[in-house]
């Protein structure tokens, strides 16, 4: 039986059906299903070492993510290779946090989304995913997304003074024990609802956490690697973190691959803290320091910055004239639309409806927020995407938008 096949954007499967990925695998294609340069290396890497240990590539590994380091944040300079995942960067991160602060607690926002794990679960502003797992705890709290279009206090971004930044001096004090380690969060929340913060939310809430003595992690899981236009997705948005996750798109094709970048007198574990079995494997390496080439070109992010004008204008302009959709949110390739019912109210269902029937009847893979739990559909094509296959994606997803719509 033949398997299925991805080349760019498209996926051809077993019965030779063609689809068109609107989303780039989970989030962790950037450079698409094929692209030439990660292809080779790791071609390359496989006939040398598919394995090797830890302890045989730490210096391979400092010296792949040099050059990420040097498009890093201020203050950002040491690195910890040893995860696969965004699950385990973000427990690594965590870690770090905890045994530097000598504090337990970790805060995030409603609706985040920051692994599958039972610590990073736990960790998660997505109840849910905790229902049947009673383990599943780390200590900590949760506090109010910015989320605008649906304002937890009700406010308008004109005059709401960023309540919801200013109101985590309220959370630490009564919702805290007052050990917080570190506040954990994405530069856009992406499975909450490609949720993006308003202008000035994270320089208060990087003063906020530094009266508190409280480390801020940047889970750029899903926004790093060239995603909002530039290396790292923080300094898009104004964050200032202390350290910052990676995976999914540092294979650049989808080779497991994760990493955790601080400041280096955050570089305080030990390798029997924190350590797996294939984490900095050479295969990973080489995939990653092929992505890294790519997506550090000053040439390359110019286009992705201008292609997301694109993306996001077209998407603008078709949802003004759909009735289900109420907001369309996004930066650089990284867009939502919110499905809404006549009254406003989020529309889970109708947004279930638009990503079968894309996938059904237009040959289009989109992905729903909160995994199929949330309202919002995202769109968030390969880096490498061309004009036509943006302008291909918007025609398909407004078909299936329309078909919905009119169903409605």
């Not at 398997?3 to 498209?10: A, K, S, W, Y």
């Not at 292609?307 to 077209?314: N, R, S």
């Amino acid at each position: 039986m033949l398997e299925p096949r991805g080349r760019g954007l498209t996926v051809e499967l077993a019965d030779g059906t063609v689809l068109l990925d609107a989303v780039s695998g989970t989030f962790n294609l950037p450079l698409g299903y094929s692209h030439p340069d990660v292809v080779m290396a790791v071609q390359r890497q496989m006939g040398e070492a598919a394995h090797l240990s830890s302890e045989f590539t730490k210096e391979r590994a400092r010296d792949v993510l040099i050059p990420l380091l040097e498009h890093a944040p201020e203050g950002i300079s040491s690195a910890w290779v040893r995860d696969l995942t965004g699950s385990t960067a973000n427990e690594c991160a965590i870690r770090i946090a905890q045994k530097f602060t000598g504090k337990s607690e970790v805060a995030s926002l409603f609706l985040s989304h920051h692994g599958q794990t039972l610590a990073t679960t736990g960790v998660s502003g997505n109840a849910f995913r905790r229902s049947f797992f009673p383990a599943s705890h780390t200590a900590g709290m949760k506090f109010p997304a910015p989320y605008c279009h649906r304002c937890f206090y009700g406010q308008s971004p004109k005059n709401c003074g960023l309540l919801c930044a200013e109101r985590l001096d309220d959370f630490i004090t009564f919702a805290s024990t007052g050990s917080v380690a570190a506040v954990i969060v994405e530069p856009v929340l992406g499975n909450g609802g490609n949720i993006v913060p308003p202008p000035g939310y994270f320089e208060r809430l990087r003063e906020i956490c530094g009266d508190h003595g409280i480390l801020i992690i940047a889970d750029e899981v899903q926004t790093g690697l060239g995603r909002l236009g530039d290396v790292f997705g923080s300094p898009v948005v104004g964050l200032r973190p202390d350290i910052i996750t990676l995976a999914k798109g540092l294979g650049g094709t989808g080779v497991p691959m994760g990493a955790v970048l601080m400041r280096e007198e955050l570089d305080v574990l030990e390798p029997y803290d924190h350590s797996f079995t294939s984490g900095a494997s050479p295969l990973g390496l080489a995939a990653a320091e092929a992505t890294i080439g790519v997506v550090t070109e000053e040439e390359f992010l110019v286009d992705v910055r201008r292609k997301g004008e694109l993306l996001g204008g077209q998407l603008r302009e078709l949802a003004a004239g759909c009735e289900i959709v109420s907001d369309v949110r996004g930066l650089g390739m990284m867009w939502g639309l919110e499905i809404s019912d006549r009254q406003g109210n989020p529309d889970v269902e109708a947004t279930r409806a638009v990503i079968s029937t894309a996938r059904e009847e237009e040959s289009l893979i989109l992905r729903p927020s909160r995994y199929g739990f949330g309202n919002t559909v995202k769109v968030r094509p390969a880096l490498i995407a061309s004009e036509n296959e943006i302008g291909e994606i918007v025609d398909r997803l407004g078909s299936a938008l329309r078909k919905v719509g009119a169903a409605r």
